[in-house]
Antibody, heavy 120, light 107 residues
Framework: EVQMLASGGGLVQPGGSLRLSCAAS????????MTWVRQAPGKGLEWVAS????????SYADSLKGRLTISRDNSKSTLYLQVSSLRVEDTALYYC?????????????WGQGTLVTVSS | DIQMTQSPSSLSASVGDRVTITCRAS??????LAWYQQKSGKVPKLLIY???TLQSGVPSRFSGSGSGADFTLTISSLQPEDVATYYC?????????FGGGTKVEIK
């Protein structure tokens, strides 16, 4: 069974940084791209970033570029998202999602998400 | 960047009704389009990819069509368990833009 467990969320002050993790199981992690998607409270889905199977190719939402780093450790089947210079508007549930192929932003299975709250 | 526009933003229909949701891309995206269903408080679930391919396990009352820039998601006979918000997403480029969502309710 495909499972993804996101963690690392919490309450952080504006201007702070956070590193989110997503531990994956139930599939060959190193063979698939991975993606982060976020959802602000009561709002729609927003694609954040994607990374290819090897980590050699990354892409970021223009609105967030420069403040994000997506990475992965295939030996640990874990995906990461480093977010810096956090703003109140970054408050959201951050989902990690398994890609449908080796690269690109198409996804098929999503984890439960981790909540990031940016507030002073 | 590609923009995805869904319509309507919400709809109310009776059980058994045929429901259609539209998604329009700001430029041609071939058939690189997916549809997701998100029930209240739940994780989004993939329904359709490549514009018209049903994900395994998804009921056949769901169907997708379209190509180029205009796409539709159709529920042939609305069921109470279909109450949810539906999102389209393009994956035609490295960026994976979502539409704004369509909330479907039972009348």
């Amino acid at each position: 069974e495909v499972q993804m467990l996101a963690s690392g969320g919490g309450l952080v002050q504006p201007g702070g940084s956070l590193r989110l993790s997503c531990a994956a199981s139930g599939f060959t992690f190193s063979s698939y791209a991975m993606t982060w998607v976020r959802q602000a409270p009561g709002k729609g889905l927003e694609w954040v970033a994607s990374i290819s199977d090897t980590g050699g190719s990354t892409s970021y939402a223009d609105s967030l570029k420069g403040r994000l780093t997506i990475s992965r450790d295939n030996s640990k089947s874990t995906l990461y998202l480093q977010v810096s210079s956090l703003r109140v508007e970054d408050t959201a549930l951050y989902y990690c999602a398994k890609g449908s192929g080796a690269a690109g932003s198409r996804t098929d299975y999503w984890g439960q998400g981790t909540l990031v709250t940016v507030s002073s | 960047d590609i923009q995805m526009t869904q319509s309507p933003s919400s709809l109310s229909a009776s059980v058994g009704d045929r429901v259609t949701i539209t998604c329009r891309a700001s430029q041609g995206i071939n058939n690189y389009l997916a549809w997701y269903q998100q029930k209240s408080g739940k994780v989004p679930k993939l329904l359709i990819y490549a514009a018209s391919t049903l994900q395994s396990g998804v009921p056949s009352r769901f169907s997708g069509s379209g190509s180029g820039a205009d796409f539709t998601l159709t529920i042939s006979s609305l069921q109470p368990e279909d109450v949810a918000t539906y999102y389209c997403q393009t994956y035609s480029s490295a960026l994976g833009t979502f539409g704004g969502g369509t909330k479907v309710e039972i009348k």
